[in-house]
């Protein structure tokens, strides 16, 4: 049977221990970004931010016809090319909210906004000054659910994804001639002038060349109880840690050291299953999230585990007394040009074997030892199963 590399192992690193502060003022915006109405709404807007909640209340008129808006918007300057990520996270009434990118903060400018309104994804568009609004209908989503927005030259795209890692393309890319500088960022109204509607939207990131947003590589472990170290390996961290936080599900981690391309964390107590990200100040510009399992039976050292494709419900990988426990959802593996599974795994260079003996398995449950025979973890690699 042959078996091929797959990706490389990090090690840990520890050091004296620093308690990571997470921004918390809820009355302004991260460095570098502004906030203000556009067009004509009504009843004034605003934003906040406040561990690492992005707070927009608008006003207007909806984003999906008209030859003009009206919003709140949240933005900082972007020149050239550029994506904007954000989760939506919650709404009140029947808001309209959404990443956006657009050439001025006048009402009728050229646009893109890939955007939520009670539950259902639209990627509206202008692409001539005050010309009219255009939109493709995604699908119907429950929220939190991310959107992203992308500019390569004069074509724009829109995409959302369940989990930040899967993203799936609404609609097809438009062509809009747009100037070098632009501005891009959040935008909500509730599509009426008189009165408000209020948007939360987390794990906001820009990314340019210039200004690349961090990225996580890879990660030590991906489960782990109360107390573990884990490090984190990538770029874009900083030098030092300066007002930088990192977070699982929301809630700051315990800092051991820093470096623009490595973190070492300790969980804390209180910490819970969710996103682990990197918050760099002075922006507060957010990582690419990984799952992170707080268990009290994690995986052995050297042992990962994550979902691969799209999944559905998450899954997760537990190991006591000798057993490991897997969960997934997903689809399945035996047919389709990709796959979606839920994967504990740990690396390999080169030639060698995995036996495992299967213990039981859940109704309609499909289990096998499995073998990637690629270095990245996507959906549609090539893969062996026993």
């Not at 020149?79 to 009140?92: C, F, K, Q, W």
């Not at 829109?158 to 609609?171: E, H, K, L, M, R």
């Not at 700051?252 to 490595?262: G, R």
Request: glycine content about 12%; proline content about 4%.
């Amino acid at each position: 049977m042959r078996i091929a590399r797959i990706i490389i192992a990090l090690g840990l690193g520890l050091a004296v221990l620093f308690l990571a502060v997470p921004w918390s003022q809820g009355q302004s915006l991260p460095s570098g970004w502004q906030d203000q109405d556009v067009g004509t709404v009504g009843v004034a807007g605003s934003a906040s931010y406040a561990s690492n909640v992005f707070t927009v209340a608008g006003a207007g008129h909806s984003f999906t016809y008209g030859t003009t808006d009206g919003f709140h918007f949240a933005y900082q300057q972007l020149s050239g090319d550029g994506t904007l990520v954000a989760r939506v996270v919650s709404e009140t009434g029947y808001a309209q909210a959404g990443v956006m990118i657009r050439e001025t903060l006048s009402s009728g400018a050229t646009s893109m906004i890939v955007l939520d309104t009670s539950s259902y994804i639209y990627n509206a568009y202008r692409t001539t000054t005050s010309g009219s609004t255009s939109y493709t209908q995604g699908s119907y989503v429950t929220l939190p659910y991310w959107v992203k927005v992308a500019r390569s030259g004069s074509t724009f795209t829109g995409y959302v994804s369940a989990d930040g890692v899967n993203w799936v393309q609404v609609g097809t890319s438009q062509t809009i001639s747009m100037a070098q500088n632009v501005y891009v960022g959040l935008a909500v109204t509730s599509g009426s002038t008189s009165y408000t509607y209020t948007a939360t939207f987390d794990n906001v990131s820009v990314n340019t060349s210039a200004n690349p947003a961090p990225q996580i590589a890879s990660v030590s472990a991906t489960t782990g109880s109360i107390g573990s170290q884990v490090t984190i390996a990538g770029s874009g961290f900083g030098s030092s840690q300066g007002s930088s936080v990192v977070l699982l599900n929301g809630t700051a981690v315990t800092i051991n050291s820093w470096s623009d391309t490595s973190i070492a964390i300790t969980i804390p107590t209180g910490a819970t299953t969710g996103y682990l990200i990197a918050s760099v100040a002075p922006g507060m510009n957010d990582s690419n999230p990984i799952i992170f399992t707080v268990t009290s039976s994690p995986l052995p050292t050297g042992w990962l585990d994550q979902d691969v494709g799209v999944v559905g419900p998450r899954g997760s990988g537990t190991y006591t007394a000798g057993v490991f426990t897997v969960t997934g959802g997903g689809s399945n593996v035996l047919a389709g040009t990709t796959d979606a599974f839920h994967f504990v795994y740990q690396p390999l260079s080169g030639d060698g074997t995995l036996v495992a003996r299967i213990v039981s398995v859940s109704i309609r449950c499909r289990a096998w030892p499995l073998l990637l025979s690629v270095q990245k973890l996507r959906p549609n690699q090539r893969a062996v199963f026993e």
